[in-house]
Every structure is written in C-alpha cells, then in structure tokens.
C-alpha cells in the first residue's frame, strides 16, 4: 500500500535551516510529482511547493520563495525540503502528498512532521 | 487571505443533506477537489475533479461546480463526516486551498 513517512521535524531557532524527508514506499516514486503542504496550528491548509517526477520542474509559494528548496532523489525513494532562513511564522504540521495520476489533487499524504520555529 | 472563500462553519442535523461552497470568481472555469481532515489526521481527498469520487469515499459525498460557486454535497450525514473541509485548485502554476469549513452534525 502506498505510505509516506515524514522526518526530520523538530524545534528551531529564527534564522537557522532545517531539512525534512518523506520516504515513500508501495508505488513508483519516480513516476509521481510530489508536493508539500503546511498547516500551522489551528490553521488552514497552505500549499508550499511541488516537484515534477523527475526533478526538473519546482514551483513555490510566494511565502517562501528564495528560502526553502525541494528536491527529490528517486533513487532512494524519498522527497526532501530544505528550509533556510527559518521564520516563527514557519511554524506548522508539514506534510507531503502525492499528486493524483493526471494531476491537480492529492491523493495520498503523510502523517506530517512538526515544525516549530522559536527561540 | 484566502483566494477561494469558505464559509467558516456549516451544521447539518443528523441524516440530513450538508452543503459546503467554495467560492471564486469564474471557479466554474477550473477543476476543484475536496478534502477532508478530522483532528489530529493528514487531509483525504474526498472529491477530485469538481464532482469525482476516489475509490472508497461513500456515495453520500458528491461535487459540482458552475459560475462562481463550487459545492460539496453531503447527504445523509453522519456523525462521522464532522470534519474540517477543503477546497482546492490550481492557479498559474501554484495550488491554492480554501480557508475551510467546519462540518458539526447535530
């Protein structure tokens, strides 16, 4: 069955870098675009960015543009998220999804991994 | 802000028809997909593509979409479909969500 499992998560100072992964397991990786999504505590859902099946398109929302990155290493299964520049207003549940065979929605999501920005 | 407009919350007695909008200008024009998320748990997509159900998602929940209105419809509910509700659609490349609703069945 599919599944995805984030890591990394965790409690961080304003301004520092933090690094998630979301290992996937029981479909073909590589052949998926994959997104992460974020949701701050008692809050909405706010979509964050995306990367195509094999790495060569990214797209990003307005908040974080210039400090997070994603990538993915289809080798290994497994989606990563680079944020820098960490900001309180980072703080949230990040999850990652798996866009749907023909695109536009999410089909499958992670469990989602805590980020807290604080000092 | 939120670019599609939810209302905040919506309650429905119990085995009576719920109905959730989500609002844009012209979202008539676009794909819109519905989630679902219950405390504590990740999102599931309850409806794609303005009125498609995934695999294993009750018939009771159906989609529709025109003009400036997409609506998520919820018949027969159940305590069990008290949730939080998302709309979602693509824009120029980026993924917008709604702001959510609060489903209550009374």
């Known amino acids: 069955q599919v599944q995805l499992v984030e890591s990394g998560g965790g409690v961080v100072q304003p301004g520092r870098s933090l690094r998630l992964s979301c290992a996937a397991s029981?479909?073909?990786?590589?052949?998926?675009?994959m997104h992460w999504v974020r949701q701050a505590p008692d809050k909405g859902l706010e979509w964050v960015t995306l990367?195509?099946?094999?790495?060569?398109?990214?797209y990003f929302a307005d908040s974080v543009k210039g400090r997070f990155t994603i990538s993915r290493d289809n080798s290994k299964n497994t989606l990563y998220l680079q944020m820098n520049s960490l900001r309180a207003e980072d703080t949230a549940v990040y999850y990652c999804?798996?866009?749907?065979?023909?695109?536009?929605?999410?089909?499958?999501w992670g469990q989602g991994t805590l980020v807290t920005v604080s000092s | 802000s939120y670019e599609l407009t939810q209302p905040l919350s919506v309650s429905v007695a119990l085995g009576q028809t719920a109905r959730i909008t989500c609002g844009r200008n012209?979202?008539?024009?676009?794909?819109v997909h519905w989630y679902q998320q219950k405390p504590g748990q990740a999102p599931v997509l309850v409806i794609y593509?303005?009125?498609n159900r995934p695999s294993g998602i009750p018939e009771r929940f159906s989609g529709s979409n025109s003009g400036n209105t997409a609506t998520l419809t919820i018949s027969r509910a159940q305590v069990g479909d008290e949730a939080d509700y998302y709309c979602?659609?693509?824009?120029?490349?980026?993924?917008?969500f709604g702001g959510g609703t609060k489903l209550t069945v009374l």
């Open positions: 999804a798996r866009e749907r065979r023909g695109g536009e929605s999410f089909d499958y």
């Open positions: 029981g479909f073909t990786f590589g052949t998926y675009a």
């Open positions: 990367i195509s099946y094999d790495g060569s398109n990214k």
């Open positions: 012209n979202i008539g024009s676009q794909n």
């Open positions: 593509r303005d009125s």
């Open positions: 979602q659609m693509w824009d120029s490349s980026t993924v917008v």
